[in-house]
């Protein structure tokens, strides 16, 4: 069966450092796959998009890396603040699909 | 300002009233889709649009309608809600009629109760 995974445990880091979080799937061909943040009670935000021929995507403090072979993606976020705490999600579409499939996110906890 | 509305924020109902959730997207978009989210199962889709006057099941569709006779608008209704629909649901739009390989825009939620 299909599945994207992400740590459901919460990552908490010290302020400064990098924070690396992974998504994992099974039994997808993914053209493109997608990053979100997500604040408690609010709706997600578009962060960075990520092609299959793509292997790494940069925007400010964010780098996204896709790994076909693997079926991994990274997320990492350099240098962190308090202000990057929140639930980050990672999406794809399989190919020839017109929806995308959520990852049930990963809670990021910055330490000042 | 480019937004994705929704209303109501709250709703609190009972089990068989049937509701309508509005949604209502500024930005000229193709594609609208609406989402449920729930602890450890994450976002999943409901309804999507693609345009005007078409609509296609996502992944959990049972219980609820749609319909998409404006561009900008595409309400949920629950015809006859069950407690098993209490739940944050979100609308979302993106500019192309596929809908996966542009960004997605989300409203703020809906947070329904049903009782």
């Known amino acids: 069966s299909q599945k994207i995974e992400q740590n459901s445990e919460a990552l908490n880091i010290q302020e400064g450092k990098t924070a690396t979080l992974t998504c994992n799937y099974t039994?997808?061909?993914?053209?493109?796959l997608q990053w979100y943040r997500q604040d408690p009670g609010r709706g997600p935000v578009f962060l960075l998009l990520?092609?299959?021929?793509?292997k790494e995507k940069r925007k400010e403090r964010l780098k996204v890396t896709f790994d076909t072979t693997l079926k991994q993606s990274l997320f990492h976020i350099t240098a962190s603040q308090p202000a990057d705490s929140a639930t980050y999600l990672c999406a794809l579409a399989d190919t020839g699909r017109r929806a995308l499939t959520f990852g049930s996110g990963t809670r990021l906890q910055v330490q000042p | 300002e480019a937004q994705v509305t929704q209303n109501p924020r709250y709703l609190i109902t009972v089990t068989g009233k049937k509701l309508t959730v509005t949604c209502s997207q500024n930005m000229n978009h193709e594609y609208m889709s609406w989402y449920r989210q729930d602890p450890g199962l994450g976002l999943r889709q409901i309804y999507y649009?693609?345009?005007?006057?078409?609509?296609d099941k996502g992944d959990v569709p049972e219980g609820y309608k749609v319909s998409r006779k404006e561009k900008r608008n595409f309400p949920l209704i629950l015809e006859s809600p069950s407690p098993n629909q209490t739940s944050l649901y979100f609308c979302a739009s993106s500019p192309t009629p596929r809908g996966s390989n542009e960004k997605l825009f989300f409203g703020s939620g809906t947070q329904l109760s049903v009782l």
């Open positions: 990520i092609r299959e021929n793509e």
């Open positions: 039994n997808y061909s993914p053209a493109y």
């Open positions: 649009s693609m345009n005007v006057e078409v609509t």
